[in-house]
């Protein structure tokens, strides 16, 4: 609440000395989703900020990530700054289907994720990152549940990311522990990170770990869509799954409806665009050094000026 | 009885347990080798063609009703959604005066128009309530409470939270009250009723999030209305149990004097059951603040948000912070509504203020109050401070909890992992083979005939429609490992709590401080500790059986406790007289004589730890809870609810196997027959 209070603040602060605001097609409060993530928080926040500039009304409403699809499809919600190609396309693409959400185009950002290991673990098993490597340190990888097999964490299963397929495709000496939450993957790396133990995990970008923690991503053979599909393409002729995990773009999705009900801000949110470093510089410094979102975002505004008035001028 | 019949019906009774045992044990060894000896896969694996796809006509009944229901002029949706609005309205405004401030205008052109409340009154009020209620003590504690959201930067965020339980809370009451005595009134509605109770309590809120989510919309309202159901069946139930303990005396007096039935109710019966009426407010306060986390999930915001983004950021002080301030909250309403149940209604009516003594003690506070709410917001126009609390004198111990988590980490992880290698090898994981290994179709005979032995065919019949049920949704396996993960819990928690339970009725030192801790565990949210249990202990059933015990032990000591006090002193003198030793007035008077109690705490331990399963699918079980949770997050209706109404049956098998078992005991020893 705070929050929104203040960067309603911020908000009506900097409306008093930059004007830019034209006529909007309606006062109605355009509402955008947040998750619990710090990334999802500042790029909505952003784009919130933008669209204030522009002279719309904005509402943040807290929806989980994978549910506000039903918000968005009847048109409770409006706007989703943050859909992950690799852990939302099934639930964005039934949604697009129904025709009642529309898919808005990249936000910029590549989200990444893979199997990580911190950089001290490189010592025991120099031949990392490469993932052939990883059956000859599976000792080193494991721990008194799992030996002689390794012992790597995986996301919570809700998350997708097929690694008992991949761990059975690579015939790899490996047990996949599923972690049932975000929270709890990085609570056992930093613990961890702090015993200088072993720890092989999912990590993904962009995030604060990679940020905090030195590391290194493993590198599996490359992905592509037959790996996925086609068991007689990749390394194991029998199996799928025999690859990375693929890399793919953070989409923004809407309620099909904002394209007749707000055309400017519709614009607007197509044109939006940030890149990866941006991001991760901004999520250190909130969840690193703890600065505030609305201070991170309103320093954003001030040195990205021509930048968002390139967006709502076009 | 019969000596010789007694013992007869002993080893009978001997007898089944170990036979059941032993069979349950060769079946879940042997029983794949069997089948597949025979070649009857089916014995083991229950086939898939025989599965009833019951989550899918759920899923599409479910859709169905969001989309092309209706009662003639409207559709379901819109009538829930005029309910949203309905609830919208008063939540706004209380939200408004606690939190945001009132505003003219939307958006950027909105104008302050007045201020939220300003912190200072806000303390200055609840003092006031609390002394109201009882004394200056409970005065200060309240206003200690609140100075402490304020210190500690978590105002803001308590006040949204406040709002959402001040909205609550009156509306759980008062549906409680008003089904309370429908179903005091009319039998058909009290049977109608209990099923439907049952089930409140025992499906796990995540499993009817997403319906609710889907009729009610996004918003803080949706949170609201997912509060009210799960802190409302105590109200429901206590109110009928007031309504029927009134003595019938005062009844027919009443209607002799010339009240309606409607007079006798509401001025009689419902003013005479007001203590007992209490308590149930007390429980759907404490209910409604264990909802705060969930809630926050689904967009109530506060302090449950603050918890989960600290957690999330692996802020573990500032996550304990947060969630303490639901602690002090939680302690200020229970203590606050514990004292007007304690207040006796004749010397200090509620409601009339027609006693002269009354006027005057009640006039100046009011007056003081509302002094000095005037002059707090006039000296607030031009000093900030006294609006909002100045964020350089806030406090926070963040960086204190992080070291100490460190600390412990760095030093003593071997020895940690060390007593949990031992555990789980000795004993979690030879359970979980065993129970994991009974072949559904023994599970299904050995439940019946459980029931049938502990509550006869009655009982037997609700033992195998319920398990029957659990295995044609395909959910015999995660339904073993939940009962394996709530079993040793329950175990672990009646080993540590009973105990302790004992030595604090015996100990009134001991007492205060172990109420002081179960309080905390109950009402701090579970997720505080949870994240640092993870670092600790490493994902996996070791950390999420340590928070279920956590949570869980409450009731195992307060049951117990309560049970060895409430003992007729006079039968401890006679043992003290026949001369027992300390020990043997344990053993032989204290411990059987409170059995009754301490199995009913058992009861209670095994619910709580059924509704923790879905708060360890966090990090990472595979069992029941983790179905729940999957299905929230893929908004799977059908799923959600079969999952849930799985755990909801092997709570309530679990709480009919254990009242039988408590009349039993009752009736060995003579207790109440």
Known sequence: ?314 | MTKLAQQLAQSRNFWFWTTLLLVSWVLSTYGRDLAKAVDAKWLIKFPAAWRIPMKGEISAAMSWLVEDAHFGLFTVTEATRSITWLLEQPYQLVLSLFASGFYQGVGQDAVLVFPALSWVFVIILVMAIGHYAKDWWLSSLVGIAFLYLAVFGQWDSSMVTLASIAIAVPIGVWGGILLGIAAYKWWIVELALRPLLDLMQTIPVFAYLVPILFLFGFGPVSALVATIIYAMPPMVRITTLALKSVPTELKEFSLMAGCTPRQTLWKVLIPSAKPTLMVGVNQVIMLSLNMVIIASMIGAGGLGYDVLASLRRLDIGGGLEAGVAIVVLAIALDRVSQAFALQRSPDRPLYAGNSTTLRIMNYPRTLIVLLSGGAIFAIGSFVPQMQTFPEAYELTTGAIWEDVIRTINVNFFDQLEAIKTTLLSVFLVPVKRFLGGIPWIWGLLAVSLIGWRVGGWKVCLLAFLLTAFIIVNGLWAKAMTTVYLCGISVLIACVIGIPVGILSALNSRVDRIVSGIIDTLQTLPSFVYLIPVVMLFRVGDFSAMIAVVLYAIAPAVRYAAQGVRSINPQLIEAGIVSGCTPFQLLRRIRVPLALPEILLGLNQTIMLALSMLVITALVGTRDLGQEVYIALTKADTGRGLVAGLAIAFIAILADRFVAAGANRAKQRYGYES
């Open chain 1, 1 to 314: 609440m705070k929050r929104i209070f203040m960067a309603g603040l911020v908000g009506l602060a900097l409306l008093a000395s930059t004007t830019v605001r034209a006529d909007v097609e309606s006062k109605d409060p355009i509402k955008l989703t947040l998750h619990d993530w710090t990334g999802q928080l500042l790029t909505t926040n952003l784009m919130g900020e933008v669209l204030k500039k522009a002279g719309y009304n904005v509402d943040y409403v807290q929806a989980d990530y994978i549910a506000q699809f039903a918000g968005l499809k009847t048109g409770d919600l409006h706007v989703a700054m943050e859909i992950w190609e690799t852990t939302g396309r099934e639930a964005m693409d039934e949604a697009t289907a129904t025709g009642k959400v529309e898919n808005l185009g990249e936000t910029g950002m590549q989200a990444i994720e893979e199997w990580w290991y911190p950089a001290y673990m490189k010592e025991k098993c120099p031949g990392l990152p490469d993932w052939k490597a990883l059956n000859d340190c599976a000792e080193a990888f494991s721990t008194a549940e799992t030996a002689p097999k390794g012992r790597y964490l995986g996301a919570p299963v809700t998350w997708g990311g097929f690694d008992d397929e991949r761990v059975e495709a690579l015939e790899l000496d490996y047990e996949v522990v599923h972690a049932g939450t975000d929270a709890a993957l990085f609570a056992e790396l930093e613990s961890a990170y702090q015993r200088k133990a072993p720890i092989l995990l999912w990590v993904y970008a962009p995030h604060w770990a990679p940020a905090k923690f030195e590391g290194e991503w493993v590198e599996f053979p490359k992905y592509s869509s037959e790996c996925y599909t086609d068991p007689s393409k990749g390394i194991n002729p029998d199996m799928a799954y025999d690859c990375g995990k693929p890399r793919g773009p953070i989409w923004k999705v809407s309620w099909a409806g904002l394209k007749d009900k707000w055309p400017g801000a519709y614009k607007i949110i197509k044109a939006f665009n940030i890149n990866n470093e941006e991001m991760g510089a901004m999520v250190t410094a909130v969840d690193l050094e703890n600065q505030k979102i609305e201070d991170v975002v309103s320093r954003w505004m001030s040195q990205n000026e021509d930048r968002w008035k390139n967006w709502i001028s076009q």
